[in-house]
């Protein structure tokens, strides 16, 4: 249960922003505020119908746990990543109990300022099978889907996934991402123990995509690389991020989001182990490249009803002989 209950922590995921961590020598403490990045806005938060939060609650003490993001890809099916449903260490099933729709401030309760909660039931969150990071730090295919019990609120808009592998096409374009996360993490080395920074309200930030040739760190095929703009302060997504939808951006001093909203990524995971701001940048699932997966399972699971791939169209009946051909035919038989 020791294990469980830190790996949670753990998982919370959040936004950290700030310079490079340098250790105050009289303090032994690294810097409290938080730089890059900013709070997202009630009115910006409206335009992100389909942004979710995911959790449980603590089987000891029964609280919430605002564990991981999520987007909302259909009426009944929500995409988050296969992390935030099964232990990453040692394959520890934990899936979310519930998903808040409408939600901006953490501390507010269920049916208070537009908060509608949906529970789900055991069985219906699922991953890809093909998620490994439990037995070799793989977190290629980290992709998870819950399907609803019951249609999302009026007003859920689902997202747009790309299917285009070509989608972001070059390195340095924006990418717009905001969640719930820590704003900064603990360190888990000593000598710098600093205290990891939760937000009750989401934050959002710019990052540059990078290319497979260009990134710090390697990544597979189904993996993007995420890092801070050319000459910003760094930026990232951290624990608490997880899940969550990762859209192109507009870029420039005010960020935000390009429309129509498409999504290209999910929040996965950082290429530093210890430190989620880092030069080296941070991974994410490419939603072109698990798109067959996604559109397949949520297919299926909800019973042939939505994301069903098109079906190509029935081969056309056979032509019909006329009358007089049918009499040649006989008069040839004779």
């Given amino acids: 249960m020791n294990l469980y209950k830190a790996f949670l922590s753990m998982v919370l995921i959040g936004m950290a922003f700030g310079e490079d961590i340098k250790m105050d020598e009289e303090t032994n403490k690294g810097p409290e ?7 997202l806005s009630v009115a910006d938060r409206a335009n992100r ?7 449980w609650y603590d089987p000891d003490t029964g609280a919430e746990n605002f564990a991981c993001g999520g987007s909302v890809i259909s009426p009944s099916a929500i995409l988050l990543a296969a992390h935030c449903i099964r232990d990453s260490r040692d394959g520890t ?3 979310p109990l ?8 953490k501390r507010h309760a269920v049916g208070t300022n537009g908060i509608v909660r949906t529970h789900l039931n055991i069985g219906d969150c699922v991953h890809h099978e093909g998620y490994q990071a ?10 998870a889907v819950c399907i609803l019990p019951m249609p999302a609120p009026a007003g859920v808009t689902p997202i747009t996934l790309n299917a285009n592998p070509n989608v972001p096409a070059s390195t340095g374009v924006p990418l717009d991402v905001a969640g719930w996360g820590l704003q900064r993490e603990d360190n888990h080395d000593a000598p710098d123990p600093r205290e990891e920074v939760p937000t009750n309200v989401p934050r959002v930030t710019t990052l540059d995509y ?12 189904t993996e993007m690389c995420t890092v801070t703009p050319a000459g910003s302060r760094l930026t990232a997504t951290c624990h608490g991020d997880s899940g969550g939808p990762i859209v192109l951006g507009n870029g420039g001093p005010d960020g935000g989001m390009q429309t129509p909203v498409l999504q290209v990524g999910i929040v996965s995971h950082h290429g530093n182990p210890n430190n989620c701001l880092s030069r080296q940048g941070n991974i994410a699932i490419r939603t072109s490249a698990m798109l067959p997966w996604i559109t397949n399972t949520v297919c299926v699971r909800t019973g042939f009803r939505e994301m069903c791939p098109a079906l ?19 008069m040839l038989r004779n």
Wanted: proline share 18%; aromatic share 16%.
């Fill in 49 to 55: 119908p389909w942004l979710v939060n995911v959790g």
């Fill in 312 to 330: 190509p169209p029935p081969p056309p009946p056979p032509p019909v002989a006329s009358k007089s051909s049918k009499n040649a035919k006989r």
């Fill in 210 to 221: 990078n290319t497979p040739f260009d990134c710090p760190v390697a990544t597979a095929a």
């Fill in 134 to 143: 439990w037995v070799d730090d793989d977190f290629s295919e980290d992709v």
């Fill in 98 to 105: 519930w998903i808040d729709f409408f939600r901006y401030n």
């Fill in 93 to 95: 099933w934990f899936p």
């Fill in 33 to 39: 505020e938080i730089v890059n990045g900013k709070t």
